[in-house]
């Protein structure tokens, strides 16, 4: 039996873990983890935004992160994001990574999307063009130029518009659409990235019931080819699309499990849900 480095090797020839070699610009997930975050802390004159946070996001799994304001929430996802920097700890973007060592557009590049609250689009385009723009390509002046629209490009844009619900939309000026279409526009404006992880923070805030529950079905239709991290403070959402919730109070993990198991766990109810 032979040791690899991305592997062992049986003495029949069959490789443990050959599934999971990583050829460059790949996440190596080969411990079923994409996200790393051990013993952060950031502090901002003397407060302890973060104070030793840990936890790890497996590939293809939707996580809820939920808590009270101050908790912590944004701080982990600027930390993650590369718009801050801890104080200490470490944060792995599959087993290599290193997230601490890389500038906010390379992390993007890696394959970790963020959307915020509120939608950010291009509203005097339409919502084709949207997608278009937010393609994986080289945006340099001469490459813009000479750029063309590929029928392959055109077929992933109409399967995102699909995917999004937003075909009948497609040839409308993107500030036409209703906030929870923004929200879907922007959404699909992160899958034309090729995220692996998508970081969405309060997605369904100002949405109708039944732009929210659409919303809950994208997320759960996106999971497992992504891996999910949603913020949110809709229980109710929470509750539709949950596997498993992470709680933070006071920049750490308070609770972590199913959603029933939260829902019940005295320390939760008292700094969060209430009864």
């Known amino acids: 039996m032979t040791q690899t480095a991305e592997g062992t090797a049986s003495s029949s020839g069959d490789t443990v873990g050959m599934a999971h070699m990583v050829r460059p610009g790949e996440v190596d997930i080969s411990h079923g983890a994409i996200l790393y975050v051990e013993g952060v802390t950031v502090s901002f004159d003397g407060f302890k935004a973060l104070n030793k946070l840990s936890l790890a996001i497996d590939a293809g799994e939707l996580r809820c992160i939920i808590g009270p304001n101050g908790a912590g929430k944004t701080t982990m996802m600027d930390v993650i994001t590369g718009k801050t920097q801890p104080d200490a700890g470490t944060v792995f973007f599959g087993q290599t990574i290193d997230l601490l060592k890389m500038s906010e557009p390379e992390i993007a590049h890696a394959g970790i999307g963020r959307k915020f609250q509120k939608p ?5 385009h339409t919502v084709f063009e949207n997608l278009e723009l937010a393609m994986k390509m080289d945006k340099g002046v001469w490459s813009s130029l000479r750029y063309r629209i590929s029928a392959e ?26 906030h929870g279409q923004k929200q879907w526009l922007e959404i699909g404006m992160l899958l034309m990235q090729d995220p692996k ?24 239709s996106l999971a497992g080819r992504h891996s999910l991290i949603v913020v949110e403070h809709d229980m109710d959402f929470v509750s539709s699309i949950a596997r498993k919730v992470t709680v933070l109070h006071e920049g750490r993990v308070l609770a972590e499990g199913p959603m029933d198991v939260i829902q019940n766990d005295e320390r939760v109810i008292e700094v969060y849900l209430g009864r």
């Not at 309060?202 to 759960?220: C, I, N, S």
Request: charged share 25%; hydrophobic share 45%; proline share 2%.
């Open 153 to 178: 490009q055109r077929d992933r844009i109409a399967e995102t518009l699909e995917h999004i619900q937003l075909e009948s939309r497609a040839g409308i000026a993107a500030g036409l659409l209703s």
């Open 197 to 220: 992880l998508l970081m969405l923070d309060e997605p369904v805030a100002g949405m109708t019931d039944a732009e929210t529950e659409r919303t809950a079905e994208l997320f759960l």
């Open 120 to 124: 950010t689009v291009f509203e005097s």
